[in-house]
């Protein structure tokens, strides 16, 4: 059986295209991180549904190390950032 992280990233990686014009960023660095760093997606439907992807890998790696970092992830087109609603839970700092 495959890991929740491999899982994950496989997910996200059928949904890259790589000279699609939206990216996951951290709405306060505009860097993207793992594990969507380097990914573009030609659609703000599957950007989005990375940013959900993303999210899921993230507080699985938490699991892992409490100490990962959190980020606001939203989708941006070329350089306009766009939020994408946060889950009630991660607004709240729970798990």
């Known amino acids: 059986m495959q890991s929740t992280l491999w899982t994950l990233r496989q ?17 306060e660095t505009g860097r993207s991180p793992v594990p969507v760093d380097g990914c573009r997606f030609d659609t703000r439907r599957r950007a989005r549904t990375a940013v959900g992807l993303a999210r899921a890998y993230r507080n699985a790696l938490r699991e892992y190390d409490p100490r990962t970092p959190r980020y606001s992830l939203v989708v941006e087109r070329d350089g306009t950032v766009r939020a994408v609603a946060t889950p009630r839970h991660e607004r709240e700092g729970s798990l």
């Open 11 to 27: 997910r996200i990686e059928r949904l890259t295209a790589p000279a699609g014009p939206f990216r996951v960023v951290d709405a």
